[in-house]
């Protein structure tokens, strides 16, 4: 009987540090991603820059990913006007310099 209890013991200390190692690989992994788009038009004269993200990698939305002046992460739909507009635009900036 004894041996039966170590047993039990040892399995859930074994169950305990494999859920450890788990989520600390996890957390380690893990990036944010855009999981709804702002409400809000943002003139591109606050925006410094931008990146893309595509459903079909990590995320589960297609955004744009604006970067602000104030250092704000905005995300945007990219089949508003105003985003794809905004793309422009910066993209035309990035060309001139």
Not at 14 to 27: D, I, T, Y
């Amino acid at each position: 009987m004894m041996c039966g209890s170590k047993s039990l013991l040892l399995a859930a200390l074994m169950s305990v540090l494999l859920l450890h190692l788990c989520s600390k690989s996890e957390a380690a992994s893990s990036f944010d991603c855009c999981l709804r788009y702002t409400a809000h038009v943002l003139h591109p004269k606050f925006i410094v820059g931008f990146t893309q993200q595509l459903a079909n990698e990590a995320c589960d939305i297609n955004a744009i990913i604006f970067y602000t002046k104030k250092k704000l992460a905005v995300c945007a739909d990219p089949k508003k006007k105003w985003v794809k507009q905004a793309v422009h635009i910066l993209s035309q900036r990035v060309k001139k310099m």
